[in-house]
């Protein structure tokens, strides 16, 4: 009994581990987008192409997760695509060109996008097979993960690191995490069946397609955030960069504190009253950042949006694994791939509103967004209906 409790855990610590990494490479990412801007000599609109060109990508990527992942299982995959996805960092500012960068982020939007199907998936089997509630705790390291990458971002950008020296440290670091969390996975064949057994990409029906656009929307609005908080507090509201990368910072500890609490949460409040409170709290921290013309209030802010956006994923796998005739698993990956496809294609659509108006009225649109979630609250229940 002890060695099969020590290797469970080794396992779920893995699992865990994944998320870090897929958090701490986003959050690279996200704290160097004013870099990459400067770099190229681009407005926002061509920063929201690039956004545009990652989300295309990830596109590409979810039409094929489903057969790879039951094809090689989620570890292989997660393995390979995990490992890409860290290394890619070190070529933001290292193309030769703007055009070669949209290249380089369209290859980006698909490794990341593979490899959230293939961690989620993962989570979801430790679920089924260990009986125990994990799905918050897992996005809560995925937080956790953003709120170390952006805390030591800005702490190399403070002390005056190059930042390519910076990506080129953090690519190497993490794909070394994520080739040794790998080898604690699941083999192959405890995954195999969390993959939709036909091939290609499956598009979420009946009650999944409730859950699928409730998760879109709340995936649309914490990826403005991951996207454009830090050249918000910088460009609209005047923060040094270095300071700015704490928007992204404040956003994510906040939600990693709620997501580490959320399993027990989600014991105690049914799913639609959770996730309606939520929403309402996301919208009025985020109109807080909008209105405030005091960094230190937005930074206030943006944690209190962390908060409001932190269980809406979980608590909508969870509905989708129960939905009635459909495998867990199956729903879950449906439901994943509809958020995914939100959280990558919303911050170019704010990019491309930024440049029509301003970002501060282009970000309205993450307080739209959670209002519209917390209006159709009731249907997170979907997976439980008859």
């Given at each position: 009994m002890s060695v099969a409790f020590a290797i469970g855990a080794a396992t779920r610590w893995a699992s865990r581990a994944q998320f870090?990494?897929?958090?701490?490479?986003?959050?690279?990412?996200?704290?160097?987008?004013?870099t990459v801007k400067a770099h190229y000599g681009v407005d926002e609109a061509q920063l929201g192409l690039a956004m545009l060109a990652a989300g295309f990508g990830a596109l590409a990527g979810l039409t094929r997760a489903s057969r790879w992942i039951g094809r090689f299982g989620a570890r292989d995959t997660a393995r390979i695509c995990g490992t890409v996805y860290a290394l890619l960092l070190a070529g933001l500012i290292a193309t030769p060109s703007y055009a070669a960068l949209l290249v380089l982020l369209a290859l980006f939007?698909?490794?990341?996008?593979v490899f959230d199907v293939a961690i989620n998936t993962e989570a979801a089997q430790l679920e089924l097979l260990g009986g125990d509630t994990l799905m918050s705790g897992m996005h809560g390291m995925f937080s956790l993960g953003g709120m170390a990458g952006a805390v030591t971002g800005g702490a190399a950008l403070a002390a005056g690191l190059a930042p390519q020296q910076h990506l080129l440290w953090v690519a190497g670091a993490m794909a070394?995490?994520?080739?040794?969390?790998?080898?604690?996975?699941?083999?192959?064949?405890?995954?195999?069946?969390?993959?939709?057994?036909?091939?290609?990409?499956?598009?979420?029906?009946?009650a999944l397609v409730i859950l699928g656009v409730l998760a879109a929307l709340g995936l649309i609005?914490?990826?403005?955030?991951?996207?454009?908080s830090v050249l918000y507090l910088q460009q609209e509201l005047g923060s040094p960069q270095k300071?700015?990368?704490?928007?992204?910072?404040?956003?994510?500890?906040?939600?990693?504190?709620?997501?580490f609490?959320?399993?027990?949460?989600?014991?105690?409040?049914?799913?639609?009253?959770?996730?309606?409170?939520?929403?309402?709290?996301?919208?009025?921290?985020m109109a807080l950042v909008?209105?405030?013309?005091?960094?230190?209030?937005?930074?206030v802010g943006f944690a209190g949006v962390g908060v409001g956006f932190a269980n809406v994923v979980p608590i909508l796998f969870s509905a989708a694994a129960r939905v009635p005739g459909i495998d867990p698993a199956r729903g879950i990956a449906a439901v994943s791939a509809a958020a995914y496809l939100g959280f990558m294609l919303g911050p170019p659509a704010i990019g491309l509103l930024a440049r029509i108006s301003s970002l501060t009225l282009a970000l309205w649109l993450v307080v739209g967004f959670a209002a519209a979630l917390a209006a159709s609250a009731r249907h997170a229940q979907a997976g439980t209906a008859d």
């Open positions: 870090f990494a897929s958090g701490f490479v986003f959050a690279t990412w996200g704290v160097h987008i004013p939007g698909i490794v990341t996008s070394t995490v994520v080739l040794a969390a790998s080898q604690r996975m699941l083999p192959r064949i405890a995954t195999a069946s969390a993959a939709p057994s036909t091939p290609g990409f499956g598009m979420p029906r009946g609005a914490e990826g403005a955030i991951y996207d454009w300071q700015a990368a704490f928007a992204y910072a404040s956003f994510s500890a906040a939600m990693a504190a709620a997501r609490g959320g399993d027990a949460l989600r014991a105690r409040i049914a799913p639609a009253p959770l996730l309606r409170g939520s929403a309402v709290l996301a919208a009025a921290a909008l209105l405030t013309d005091r960094p230190w209030l937005a930074l």
